[in-house]
């Protein structure tokens, strides 16, 4: 009877490694050696080390709202606070997603009123435009702000290939309309989710095929690649439960199909100068998006000295097996000489995760506390850092709205030695939200990206109910911004009546 508990993680051999995730962020590799356990568990506090006279200056200043919002508009302003107040009203948010999936829906006359609002509102605030000409627009505004954007078609979940190739076709667009940027790299990359380029069926079968493999060595797969590692031995392999089937050749054919929009994506990224991020889905497919993100970055390699890779991966710090699978992969493509970048996020898909796993009769693949979640990514950021800043040739983004994460990634960052302008180094939050931090991070000499979805309205509304569906309660920690904006708003009406 197949046993009904994930492994415990175990012990990485790399030691050195191993050490990100059981000291503070800030403290030295040499002092934590010293002073923590090999078998302590993950700190679920990161506090920073006794002062430094030398350094009691902050690297971040969220204080000064004047200087935050020095180059937004007050009527932007004004909106922006609008739509944050709005948007972090539970019942508000609640409500929104009945209508928008109920049938008054399917009225024209009320279908034409309620889309006419949200593309003046939410839409505006959240997304980047409805066509790629559009995004390139809304990223040259950012980037007169001092920020860059991260342009993201929203689409994914596809169901067969036709809708793949629309896709596809899609994400071309989106990277061809870099080009006309004025500066360089001001769209730090392209976002593609690999559930858009390839049906979500056939990821399935794979990552069962995957796994199967991962249980069994010996279990052939003709049609994989070189690849990184995509599992740990502390990996939940709950979704497969029985030896899958080997894929048809109608199966290898879509997935050939697949692996070659993926392959000529990256040529392109190439020819137009733009790296590729390539988003985190569910842990159901996400072995199948591991292994066309790792082949690729394999494939498409670049290791000049100073330089970021091609291509990111993404790893969600809220699962309990992210750091082993990290260090996994950076220690391989170290050693087989691979540039491959990691865009670091907490996770977006915690309640389906959940429900999975408990319907399957198996333990939850996400850390049991928030404080857990918090010191994987915190411990994740240190290790990429201290990777980058020792000569490593790979790349981060810290993705995160979390301000603490924000700070000590910053403070350390600049204790260890990383300068102003290493394009290797980037932090990243969603357009719309948490801009107090995002200026803050900018004003202290690191890039900064926005995560801009951007698609027909119909398209992004979809995609847009189910980020609100996963995260229902994330818009409520926007408190800090909209603190800032109020604070602002009030200097400026002051300043205006004196």
Same mark, same amino acid.
């Given at each position: 009877?197949?046993?009904?508990?994930?492994?415990?993680?175990?012990?990485?051999?790399?030691?050195?490694?191993?050490?990100?995730?059981?000291?503070?962020?800030?403290?030295?590799?040499?002092?934590?050696?010293?002073?923590?356990?090999?078998?302590?568990?993950?700190?679920?506090?990161?506090?920073?080390?006794?002062?430094?006279?030398?350094?009691?200056?902050?690297?971040?200043?969220?204080?000064?709202?004047?200087?935050?919002?020095?180059?937004?508009?007050?009527?932007?302003?004004?909106?922006?606070?609008?739509?944050?107040?709005?948007?972090?009203?539970?019942?508000?948010?609640?409500?929104?997603?009945?209508?928008?999936?109920?049938?008054?829906?399917?009225?024209?006359?009320?279908?034409?009123?309620?889309?006419?609002?949200?593309?003046?509102?939410?839409?505006?605030?959240?997304?980047?435009?409805?066509?790629?000409?559009?995004?390139?627009?809304?990223?040259?505004?950012?980037?007169?702000?001092?920020?860059?954007?991260?342009?993201?078609?929203?689409?994914?979940?596809?169901?067969?290939?036709?809708?793949?190739?629309?896709?596809?076709?899609?994400?071309?667009?989106?990277?061809?309309?870099?080009?006309?940027?004025?500066?360089?790299?001001?769209?730090?990359?392209?976002?593609?989710?690999?559930?858009?380029?390839?049906?979500?069926?056939?990821?399935?079968?794979?990552?069962?095929?995957?796994?199967?493999?991962?249980?069994?060595?010996?279990?052939?797969?003709?049609?994989?690649?070189?690849?990184?590692?995509? !599992?740990?031995?502390?990996?939940?392999? %709950?979704?497969?439960? &029985? *030896?899958?089937?080997?894929? @048809?050749?109608?199966? +290898?054919?879509?997935?050939?199909?697949?692996?070659?929009?993926?392959?000529?994506?990256?040529?392109?990224?190439?020819?137009?100068?733009?790296?590729?991020?390539?988003?985190?889905?569910?842990?159901?497919?996400?072995?199948?998006?591991?292994?066309?993100?790792?082949?690729?970055?394999?494939?498409?390699?670049?290791?000049?000295?100073?330089?970021?890779?091609?291509?990111?991966?993404?790893?969600?710090?809220?699962?309990?097996?992210?750091?082993?699978?990290?260090?996994?992969?950076?220690?391989?493509?170290?050693?087989?000489?691979?540039?491959?970048? !990691?865009?670091?996020?907490?996770?977006? %898909?915690?309640?389906? &995760? *959940?429900?999975?796993?408990? @319907?399957?009769?198996? +333990?939850?693949?996400?850390?049991?506390?928030?404080?857990?979640?918090?010191?994987?990514?915190?411990?994740?950021?240190?290790?990429?850092?201290?990777?980058?800043?020792?000569?490593?040739?790979?790349?981060?983004?810290?993705?995160?709205?979390?301000?603490?994460?924000?700070?000590?990634?910053?403070?350390?960052?600049?204790?260890?030695?990383?300068?102003?302008?290493?394009?290797?180094?980037?932090?990243?939050?969603?357009?719309?939200?948490?801009?107090?931090?995002?200026?803050?991070?900018?004003?202290?000499?690191?890039?900064?990206?926005?995560?801009?979805?951007?698609?027909?309205?119909?398209?992004?509304?979809?995609?847009?109910?189910?980020?609100?569906?996963?995260?229902?309660?994330?818009?409520?920690?926007?408190?800090?911004?909209?603190?800032?904006?109020?604070?602002?708003?009030?200097?400026?009406?002051?300043?205006?009546?004196?």
């Amino acid at each position: 009877m197949a046993n009904r508990l994930l492994k415990q993680p175990t012990l990485l051999h790399n030691i050195d490694k191993l050490q990100y995730f059981t000291r503070h962020l800030n403290s030295s590799p040499a002092t934590a050696a010293a002073t923590t356990s090999l078998h302590s568990p993950i700190f679920r506090h990161f506090n920073f080390p006794a002062t430094n006279p030398q350094t009691t200056t902050p690297i971040l200043d969220l204080n000064d709202h004047q200087k935050i919002f020095s180059s937004v508009s007050t009527p932007a302003l004004l909106r922006a606070a609008g739509n944050l107040h709005v948007s972090s009203i539970g019942p508000v948010v609640d409500f929104g997603i009945w209508f928008m999936n109920s049938k008054l829906m399917e009225n024209e006359i009320t279908k034409n009123v309620v889309t006419k609002v949200i593309r003046h509102t939410f839409f505006e605030h959240f997304c980047a435009g409805e066509n790629a000409e559009e995004a390139v627009e809304c990223v040259s505004r950012l980037n007169k702000k001092g920020l860059r954007g991260m342009l993201a078609f929203a689409v994914e979940h596809t169901s067969d290939d036709k809708t793949c190739e629309e896709n596809f076709n899609g994400f071309l667009k989106a990277i061809k309309a870099t080009h006309s940027l004025q500066k360089p790299l001001s769209a730090s990359c392209v976002i593609v989710k690999i559930t858009a380029i390839c049906p979500m069926n056939l990821l399935k079968r794979v990552s069962d095929l995957l796994r199967w493999q991962q249980k069994d060595p010996s279990f052939h797969l003709p049609w994989k690649q070189d690849t990184l590692p995509i !599992f740990a031995e502390s990996s939940p392999l %709950y979704h497969t439960l &029985e *030896k899958p089937e080997p894929l @048809s050749p109608e199966e +290898e054919n879509i997935l050939y199909s697949g692996y070659q929009r993926l392959s000529t994506i990256c040529e392109n990224c190439i020819k137009f100068n733009t790296p590729l991020t390539i988003d985190a889905e569910d842990t159901y497919v996400q072995p199948a998006i591991d292994y066309f993100t790792y082949s690729s970055a394999i494939k498409y390699s670049n290791n000049k000295e100073g330089k970021k890779p091609l291509v990111y991966g993404t790893i969600q710090t809220y699962l309990k097996d992210a750091k082993d699978r990290l260090c996994l992969a950076i220690n391989a493509a170290d050693k087989m000489g691979v540039s491959i970048g !990691f865009k670091l996020v907490r996770g977006a %898909y915690m309640s389906s &995760e *959940k429900e999975l796993a408990n @319907s399957l009769g198996f +333990e939850s693949p996400i850390h049991n506390t928030i404080e857990d979640t918090h010191a994987c990514f915190n411990g994740s950021a240190a290790f990429m850092l201290d990777n980058i800043a020792n000569g490593g040739s790979h790349g981060v983004i810290l993705a995160t709205h979390n301000v603490d994460s924000g700070k000590m990634a910053a403070k350390r960052a600049r204790e260890i030695g990383i300068k102003d302008g290493d394009e290797r180094v980037e932090f990243a939050q969603l357009y719309g939200m948490s801009d107090g931090l995002s200026y803050s991070l900018k004003n202290a000499g690191f890039y900064v990206s926005k995560y801009m979805p951007f698609g027909p309205l119909d398209k992004v509304m979809s995609y847009l109910l189910r980020r609100a569906e996963e995260n229902r309660g994330m818009l409520s920690t926007s408190s800090v911004d909209k603190q800032l904006m109020r604070k602002e708003l009030g200097r400026r009406l002051k300043a205006t009546i004196v």
